[in-house]
């Protein structure tokens, strides 16, 4: 039997027998259907999944220190003793402490489907209970959100207002690309992407004459089907070359006097400071080459290039996510208003094509119907990436947007839908930071490193054993997802978890509106098709919807270009900025005396190299997203298995950087500094430049305790990377800026263990 379901990474049909899914296989109107699909079945049924409810054995026997989470047995009990537990946990927590010592940002992908959404469902429970503190913000483009604000405007806006490839196609002459415009991390849109349409639409661009420039230090980051000239660039010095660019612009009179006096504000100070006149250091080209590695000559050929070119010049949210990350974006947009294609077709900047699958190539054309989280009770919020920070330092301060902040003292902390011991920075640390609450809930699918740090792991159905719709945040599709397998063993879904916790605390109504799943569904489903009447749209009925196969719906803008209106009228579309220009320079920004993010953009070179005065730790680690999974998901399954060197994930590295170490293709290496080392698979190649080295994220984390600093066996990034943030103004998470040292592991290679269950001790 086959039927369709959906995920992030595109729509799925899959085979099914019996109560197992065979295979998922890409939908035909699909043009570049994602092989991640191919990971589905094996990690569905396969043998890391949580089965039963689980609580830690040092927590449950009252002792919750004699053992360190991460580190302790389980043992499974009855859903009756899980949900009793966390009852009368959350009573106490409530009672002695408050709602704000419930900490429930969970950040994380989650799954794809409307209502099944596991943040919302946890937020919309914690609601009913008296609220608890929420995160802020993502690990995507978190930069970009603080800081485009101040200069621009809202940067999600942005991203939604993109210029199209079709206008790129048609009007740039020249695309420069700061981070590349990686092919692989187009497989993915947040909540689903029904048509692959970069391939197509980056081969119409060529076939048109539009030239690329790749500025990364990995070739492959540019499609080769785009023939980018490859500029390496020493990872986190962006900003460098992009001064370098700008003060050539400036020397040779080749910046557009008239788009800066007109639509921006504060030209003048960056300039001084390019010119050197407030530092006595001009940032010239030579200057950028001996910071960035990229020839002095090539930096003035390219900054004329694109004054004499229609250009659109574009950062990869990569770039952001870096020591000072507010300073690429800050410079990029600076470097377009100087060329003053701003609001032009094919002009400009943009932040964020190749981020993901649908920027610039489609957007929803109305607003889907939405499960409801209700009102949160406690207003406090905590920068995401401040995790370890706010557990480390309870009622501690710190400085976020100008002011100064405090932190909740979290007791109970909660994750449902995200892998931080994937997704967050030195993972030793947090290890430590997961020591402090009183109680860690943990809803997973799979025993991952985040299940394993938990006091009670609650086990919960995938999406494809419950019924929902997809419809990505920025997708034109409407995707039937009926349930193709009932859930495994004890496994459960989280409304149902959630319905009974409620009523053990007295007050199931206000959680479940009165409604089951189903009932939700097809409110929400209505309102989707309310929504769709609206806009002249008709949809069928849900039981029609839900048998039947994808809705394709128009693209609501397919001629778009960023900042059109600005640029027609900058008066009556003034930008909501204080200014209502660009912000060059931002007096609220330089109002706000921050030691590390100035008025205007400044080059700071990044942490690890300034610290690292012996030059212990040479090589610079980008850890970037990877080709064969959606982050740490699916691990487990068959393409990203297929693809690891000797069960581990694969590193890239630079022939002569090998050769040096006495390295050769397929050996098991260590890679090592001061926060902690891993075990990865070499894989030679000189499409990474000379002195970087490229480690995916996402290997399910798999420490060693007896080994040093907590080995990882696994090939996990986030045991190298600093848990510093890029700047006090959006605290961002800066992982791409890591140095490491990497040498052949000679030992015997221990056996990956984190695909398995932890040990489980005799039930209760
Ligand atoms: N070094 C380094 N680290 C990075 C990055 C980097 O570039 N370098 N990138 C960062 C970025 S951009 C991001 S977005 C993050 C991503 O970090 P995450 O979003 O945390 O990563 P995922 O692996 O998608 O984690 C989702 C988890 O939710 C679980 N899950 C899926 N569906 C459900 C569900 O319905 N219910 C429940 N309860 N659980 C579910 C999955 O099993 C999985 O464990 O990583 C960040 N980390
Ligand atoms: N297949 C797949 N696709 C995905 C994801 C996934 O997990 N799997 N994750 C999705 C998510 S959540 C996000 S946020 C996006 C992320 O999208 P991006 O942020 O664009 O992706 P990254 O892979 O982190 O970075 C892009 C490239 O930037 C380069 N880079 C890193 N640091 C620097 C630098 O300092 N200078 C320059 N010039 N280049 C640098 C790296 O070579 C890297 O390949 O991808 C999405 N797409
Ligand atoms: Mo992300």
Same mark, same amino acid.
């Given at each position: 039997m086959k039927k369709l379901t959906a995920s992030h990474w595109g729509i799925g049909v899959a085979t099914i027998q019996g109560d197992r899914v065979l295979a998922v296989d890409g939908h035909d109107s699909d043009p570049a259907a994602s092989p991640i699909n191919s990971n589905i079945a094996g990690s569905l049924h396969g043998k890391a999944r949580v089965l039963r409810p689980a609580i830690r054995k040092s927590w449950l026997a009252g002792t919750p220190k004699a053992v360190a989470r991460g580190r302790d047995s389980f043992v499974e009990v009855s859903w009756d003793v899980a949900l009793d537990a966390i009852a009368q946990e959350l009573t106490r927590v409530r009672e002695q402490h /408050?709602?704000?010592?419930?900490?429930? &940002?969970?950040y994380g992908w989650s799954s794809a489907g409307r209502f099944h959404h596991a943040q919302s469902q946890l937020k919309r429970f914690l609601n009913t209970q008296g609220g608890f503190v929420r995160s802020e913000g993502n690990y995507s483009y978190n930069a970009a959100l603080g800081l485009m604000p101040h200069i621009v405007g809202p940067y999600r806006d942005h991203v939604a207002q993109a210029t199209r490839w079709s206008v790129i196609a048609d009007h740039s002459d020249l695309v420069v690309m700061f981070g590349g415009m990686a092919l692989r991390n187009t497989q993915v849109s947040d909540g689903g992407i029904s048509k692959h349409r970069m391939s197509d639409n980056l081969a119409a661009c060529v076939k048109a004459g539009v030239c690329f420039v790749n500025i990364s230090p990995l070739r492959s980051d540019a499609a080769d089907m785009l023939q980018a000239d490859w500029m390496p660039v020493r990872p986190g010095t962006d900003t460098a070359l992009m001064m370098g660019l700008a003060h050539t612009l400036i020397v040779e009179n080749l910046c557009d006097l008239g788009f800066l006096e007109t639509y921006t504000t504060g030209f003048d100070a960056i300039r001084s400071y390019l010119l050197g006149e407030? $530092? &006595?250091?001009p940032k010239d080209a030579k200057w950028a080459a001996g910071i960035t590695g990229v020839d002095d000559t090539m930096i003035r050929i390219l900054a004329r290039r694109m004054a004499a070119s229609r250009t659109m010049i574009n950062v990869a949210a990569g770039v952001q996510r870096t020591d000072f990350g507010e300073q690429p974006i800050w410079m990029a947009v600076t470097l377009a208003a100087m060329l003053g294609q701003v609001g032009l077709p094919g002009g400009g900047y943009t932040v964020?094509? /190749?981020? *993901? &699958? *649908?920027? &610039?190539n489609m957007e929803r054309p109305f607003r889907w119907g939405t499960f409801s989280q209700g009102k949160n009770a406690v207003e406090d919020f905590i920068p995401v990436a401040m995790i370890s920070d706010m557990l480390l330092n309870p009622r501690g301060p710190y400085s976020f947007q100008g002011e100064t902040r405090t932190f909740p003292d979290a007791r109970l902390v909660w994750w449902a839908g995200g892998n931080p011991f994937h997704h967050h920075q030195d993972l030793n640390r947090l290890h430590d930071a997961f020591q402090t609450p009183d109680t860690v809930i943990v809803n997973e699918m799979n025993w991952t490193a985040t299940a394993r740090h938990a006091d009670i792991v609650l086990p919960v159905a995938a999406p494809q054993e419950r019924t929902d719709f997809g419809a990505g945040k920025s997708d034109n599709a409407l995707i039937p997802m009926p349930r193709l397998v009932p859930p495994p063993a004890d496994v459960r879904v989280e409304h149902d978890i959630y319905a009974d916790l409620a009523a053990r605390l007295g007050d199931a109504d206000a959680f479940t $509106?009165?409604?089951t799943s189903d009932a939700w569904l097809r409110d929400i489903w209505q309102t989707t098709r309310d929504r769709a009447a609206d806009n002249g749209i008709t949809l069928p009925n849900w039981d029609v919807f839900l048998s039947g196969d994808v809705i394709d719906l128009p693209d609501p803008n397919p001629n778009q270009v960023f900042l059109a209106n600005f640029r027609a009228d900058p008066m009556a579309a003034a930008l909501p900025t204080p200014s209502g220009r660009i912000e060059l320079f931002s007096d609220t920004i330089a109002g706000f005396n921050l030691p590390d993010c100035a008025g205007h953009p400044i080059w700071q070179p990044p942490r690890d190299t300034v610290e690292d005065t012996k030059g212990a730790f040479p090589l610079a680690m980008l850890s970037g997203q990877p080709g064969t999974r959606l982050h740490s998901q699916l691990d487990n399954g068959a393409f990203s298995l297929s693809q690891k060197i000797a069960g581990r994930e694969p590193v890239l590295i630079h022939p002569h950087d090998a050769k040096g170490r006495g390295i050769k293709d397929g050996d098991v290496v260590e890679l090592f500094n001061t926060r902690g080392r891993c075990l990865a698979g070499a894989k030679i190649t000189d499409e990474v430049m000379q002195g970087c080295i490229f480690l995916c994220t996402g290997a399910w984390f798999d420490p060693d305790y007896d080994a040093p600093q907590n080995? $990882?066996?696994?090939?996990?990034p986030n045991v190298l990377t600093h848990d510093l943030r890029t700047s006090s103004l959006t605290q961002s998470p800066a992982a791409h800026s890591a140095m490491v040292q990497m040498r052949l592991f000679e030992r015997p290679v221990p056996a990956i263990t984190v695909h398995d269950p932890p040990p489980f001790e005799p039930g209760i």
């Open positions: /408050g709602n704000s010592s419930i900490f429930a &940002g969970s407030s $530092d &006595g250091q964020g094509y /190749g981020v *993901n &699958g *649908n920027i &610039g $509106d009165g409604k080995r $990882d066996r696994h090939g996990n």
